[in-house]
């Protein structure tokens, strides 16, 4: 079953990305085999300061920009066909201020980010273990495919330069390849296609780690 799903996403990622395939490096364990039926309630913060912009797609010049973001994060590792999938939510709450060199020029404001949907299965090398049973599991070779969808619920107004959330909605799919290595092959090399999502997100940044 996995195998037909493998060559369904190769096949897939072959046609979306006909002219040029990009690679490089996710998250760490993002693409781990972890046990089954755990959940994983994460807090993350982040402080980003900049003199150009935040987003990468709007320069201003002069600009004095900070950033303040805590991201909620919720994920629940589950069995589907005897391979390990996960499901996740994520929602960033942020603040960020700003101003202009030389003119008066400046603002902030406070607020939710556009939340962000994530469903990813391992297709080899990650079969569905409990607790116990990935106590005498041995890392291997993996390779995953996820989805990861974002909702325009954040704070917007198109009639502000800083904004929280994007209006839009964006999806990102992955295929990813990990390969451990080393005495207890406790490290690991991860290579994935270029995502190529529809919208720039500000906020979201997240992170999935070991559990």
Known sequence: MY???????????????????????????TYDNTPVGVNQFEL????TRANASIDTSLIVAGAKLNLNQGTINYTRDFSFFHRLAWAEASVPLAGP???VTGTDIHGSTTGAGDSRYELG???????????EQFASY??????????????????????????????????????AASYPFGPKQEVG???????????????????????
């Open 138 to 175: 041995k890392p291997t070779a993996t390779v995953g495919v996820s989805l990861t969808i974002s909702a325009p619920s954040g704070l917007y107004d198109a009639g502000k330069i800083l904004n929280l959330g994007s209006d839009r909605w964006s999806f990102k799919p992955e295929i």
């Open 3 to 29: 195998k037909r799903l493998l060559f369904l996403c190769l096949a897939l990622a072959v046609l979306r990305f006909r002219d040029q395939v990009y690679a490089q490096f996710t998250d760490p364990g």
């Open 189 to 211: 090399v991860r290579r994935l296609p270029d995502e190529r999502p529809c919208q720039y997100t500000l906020l979201g940044s997240q992170r999935r780690s070991f559990r």
């Open 121 to 131: 299965l391992l297709l080899k090398g990650g079969p569905a273990l409990s607790v």
């Open 44 to 47: 993350d913060y982040v402080y």
């Open 97 to 99: 201020d700003g101003s």
